[in-house]
């Protein structure tokens, strides 16, 4: 089992549709969490932080859910601009601090 | 002004060469990581580096050896390459201090074995 799953997708949505994307861990040791977005070939750069109590920002929320290792991301009213892979990480505290990702989900964000 | 920076960005080789990658960071962080990202397109990471010291080194073939000559600085050389290490090779820096698990990556490294 992988240590980070993400359902790869690719999602399909239209501009102003609400997405929700889902990852689930395997290592309990699993202490902090994010989401990063990668643009095609490009490099992956942090979205935002993931918080016990659930956190947003702007049209993005992240909620975890530390008994069910389950992370999810929403978007609102979703944007062309919003096309991408987003991906799932965790941090392992124990284990040097290993950043581990998911294989992402992509979005496809269609007018 | 590059903050983590990577050379060079493609790299087109025969099977059974050696190659580097470079990369450095300008940041001023204290850990320095090489991840992996193949053709499924999923990031996995090989090694990683916290001022100068080995604290990560995963399943990773040793035709695989990374060398820091100081915390700015991680390279990858790679010994005897096969098709299977075709890939996108990502440097990434952060200081662990800090916690906030922001990685900062470089543009990566498309290396392309023959």
């Known amino acids: 089992r992988k240590e980070v799953e993400q359902d790869p997708g690719p999602f399909n949505v239209p501009e102003g549709a609400t997405v929700a994307f889902n990852c689930t861990y395997s290592n309990s040791a699993s202490q902090s969490f994010f989401w990063y977005r990668q643009d095609c070939r490009k490099e992956p750069k942090l979205l935002m932080s993931?918080?016990?109590s659930g956190n947003e920002d702007g049209r993005f929320t992240a909620q975890l859910n530390r008994a069910s290792q389950y992370i999810s991301l929403l978007i609102r009213d979703s944007k062309l601009s919003d096309s991408a892979t987003y991906l799932c990480?965790?941090?392992?505290?124990?284990?040097?601090?290993?950043?581990?990702f998911g294989q992402g989900t992509e979005l496809s964000v269609k007018p | 002004d590059t903050a983590v920076s990577q050379t060079p960005k493609y790299l087109v080789t025969q099977m059974g060469n050696d190659k580097s990658i470079k990369c450095e960071q300008n940041l001023g962080h204290d850990t320095m990581y090489w991840y992996k990202q193949d053709s499924k397109k999923f990031l996995k990471i090989m090694f990683s580096y916290n001022n100068k010291e080995l604290i990560i080194n995963e399943t990773v073939p040793n035709r695989f050896s990374p060398k820091s000559p100081d915390k700015a600085h991680l390279n990858l050389h790679i010994n005897s390459l096969e098709l299977g290490d075709s890939a996108v090779y990502f440097c990434?820096?952060?200081?662990?201090?800090?916690?906030?698990?922001?990685?900062?990556f470089g543009e990566g490294s498309r290396l392309t074995v023959l």
């Open positions: 990434a820096s952060r200081d662990r201090g800090t916690n906030t698990g922001e990685l900062f």
């Open positions: 993931v918080y016990s």
């Open positions: 990480v965790v941090n392992i505290y124990n284990q040097g601090g290993k950043l581990i």
